[in-house]
Nanobody, 124 residues
Framework: EVQLVESGGDLVQAGGSLRLSCAAS????????IGWFRQAPGKEREAVSC????????YYADSVKGRFTISTDSAKNMVYLQMNNLEPEDAAVYYC?????????????????WGQGTQVTVSS
């Protein structure tokens, strides 16, 4: 059974930084697309970032480009999301996701597997 376990969500002031982590099992970060979605109250879930090592694709939503960085650790089978210069609009539940397809353009990320989510709160 695929498991994706997120950690690192917290309350942070605007302008601050957080790093989210996701431990994956069964799916491997080297062989499957993996990344992050987020969902704020009253809004639809949106793809934030994904990476697919097998075909060299990486995606960032326009709203996070230049502020967020996705990375993976093959030895630990983990994916990270470094979030800098956080804005109140970044507040959401962040979900680790894997499988499916990671595009490098506006199509974003379509995932098959999901974690339970971790809460990010940004105070202004």
């Amino acid at each position: 059974e695929v498991q994706l376990v997120e950690s690192g969500g917290d309350l942070v002031q605007a302008g601050g930084s957080l790093r989210l982590s996701c431990a994956a099992s069964v799916v491997t970060v080297d062989d499957f697309p993996i990344g992050w979605f987020r969902q704020a109250p009253g809004k639809e879930r949106e793809a934030v970032s994904c990476t697919s090592k097998s075909d060299g694709r990486t995606y960032y939503a326009d709203s996070v480009k230049g502020r967020f960085t996705i990375s993976t650790d093959s030895a630990k089978n983990m994916v990270y999301l470094q979030m800098n210069n956080l804005e109140p609009e970044d507040a959401a539940v962040y979900y680790c996701a894997a499988g499916g397809y990671c595009y490098s353009d506006y199509r974003g990320f379509f995932a098959n597997y999901w974690g339970q989510g971790t809460q990010v709160t940004v105070s202004s």
